[in-house]
């Protein structure tokens, strides 16, 4: 499991990602883990879109989303 493309997204634009999270009731419950899957993965690279279709990406995001929170998490108490 290689989550360093993920990762750089939610390096690149942890302000963005966690204010949306912030917004959300519930931020580990399906629906809000399927709306931050489709908003990050349009800052995916071209090439990685090109070849990994949203379906796919946003379900890998809800299978390996506890590694995904404990980064944003850890994030957040850094920030």
């Not at 499991?1 to 931020?27: K, N, S, Y």
């Not at 629906?31 to 690279?45: G, K």
């Amino acid at each position: 499991m290689d989550l360093a493309p993920l990762q750089t997204i939610l390096d690149q634009h942890r302000g963005t990602i966690l204010a949306r999270l912030a917004g959300l009731a519930e931020p580990h419950g399906d629906e809000a883990v399927r709306r931050l899957a489709d908003y990050c993965y349009e800052f995916l690279p071209w090439p990685i879109r090109m070849a990994v279709k949203k379906p796919v990406f946003v379900d890998f995001v809800l299978t390996h989303r506890e590694p995904v929170f404990a980064r944003l998490n850890r994030q957040l108490n850094v920030t």
